[in-house]
């Protein structure tokens, strides 16, 4: 078997090995390989200088078994914090969902609204930031949201992470340990395991069993935060639509909202619509009508067409019969 390179491009190869399944009486301790570099995202950001970007990590990585790892490498201390991408991507889809659920029809309108009023702001620089708010926001949606039925979530093959380091020297000091694995005689690093390590055994799978049947309190609790937030959202979506109605903002331009269907002017629209409604469908079964009554036309028409061909042929074959019966009796066979 020839030699893994101890470098691959940009990337430096960890190996790591895996320990055998105890279940499996001949099974062996495997090799698996990270594949890790200096971050260099395409949008660069301040803490790229002590990131470190991993490839192809373990299906059953945690924070915890990352740790662990990077303890071995360069000693406890230097690890900060790690984003996996699969994490990153699903919190992100989840929030962007778990908002869309939770905001009325009339809020998501506004919101949206909203959202597009304060880009233009941020890009004038006439807002500020509020991330106390923010994070409060985000902690009611998160308690508006049922818990999850698996106490640890496998990776995509071939996921990739981002690792946080304490400084830059830190992952200097990182790339020359993975360098050090692969001379002979050279430092091994172990996957993590034990009882203080998260499993992917049995023991998941019954964790798993029981979180599919959470307690009712935690499902009441839940449910509560989420009418809660809804409503309130509902609220402050109708107070901002009465407060934008016939109001012109930066541009001149005035917000066309519509109105609650509480009160006089709901009721007066509410009968607006079945009217236009009821004309709408008197003026279709009118419409059918006549349809009705044209195809009954052309189908008489189409008739008349008929019966009158037919009697125009027979006509024709009588004169025809007649021509060869004329025909015949004026032939004279020679004697």
């Not at 940009?10 to 698996?32: G, I, K, W």
């Not at 990182?174 to 690093?189: D, E, I, N």
Request: proline share 6%.
């Amino acid at each position: 078997m020839a030699p893994i390179p101890a470098t691959i491009g940009d990337f430096s190869v960890l190996p790591v090995r895996m320990p055998a399944l105890p279940s499996l009486e001949m099974a062996e301790p495997a090799t698996h390989y990270i594949y890790v570099r200096p971050n260099a995202p395409k949008i660069p950001t301040a803490d790229d200088e002590r990131s470190l970007f991993l490839a192809n990590v373990p299906a059953d990585s945690t924070e915890a078994h990352m740790r662990a790892i990077f303890a071995q490498l360069v000693g406890p201390g230097r690890f900060e914090s790690i984003v996996f991408e699969d994490e990153r991507r699903q919190a992100a889809a989840v929030s962007e969902s778990a908002k869309t659920a939770i905001l009325p029809g009339q809020a998501a309108r506004l919101a949206a609204l909203q959202s597009r009023k304060r880009k233009r702001e941020s890009r004038s620089g006439a807002a500020a930031d509020d991330d106390a708010e923010n994070t409060a926001e985000t902690a009611r949606e998160q308690q508006a949201r049922l818990p999850s039925t698996w106490p640890q979530r496998l990776r995509r093959s071939g996921s990739t992470a981002v690792v946080l380091l304490v400084d830059e020297r830190s992952v200097s000091a990182v790339l020359k340990a993975v360098a050090k694995t692969h001379v002979r005689g050279g430092k091994v690093v172990e996957w993590a395991s034990g009882a203080t390590m998260p499993s992917c055994g049995p023991f998941w799978l019954a964790a798993h069993n029981r979180l599919v049947y959470p307690d009712r309190a935690t499902i009441d609790s839940s449910v509560n935060a989420f009418f809660a937030l809804y409503n309130e959202r509902e609220a402050a979506a109708a107070e901002t639509a009465r407060r934008l109605r016939n109001e012109p903002d930066e541009d001149g331009f005035v917000t066309v909202t519509g109105g609650g269907n509480s009160g006089a002017g709901g009721v007066a629209r509410r009968a607006e619509a079945e009217a236009a409604r009821a004309k709408q469908l008197a003026k279709q079964e009118k419409k059918t009508a006549e349809l009705t009554n044209f195809y009954r036309f052309q189908l008489r028409e189409q008739k008349k067409e008929e019966q009158a061909e037919l009697q125009r042929r027979f006509q024709d074959d009588r004169l025809r019969v007649a021509a060869m019966r004329e025909k015949r009796g004026k032939f004279r066979p020679e004697a």
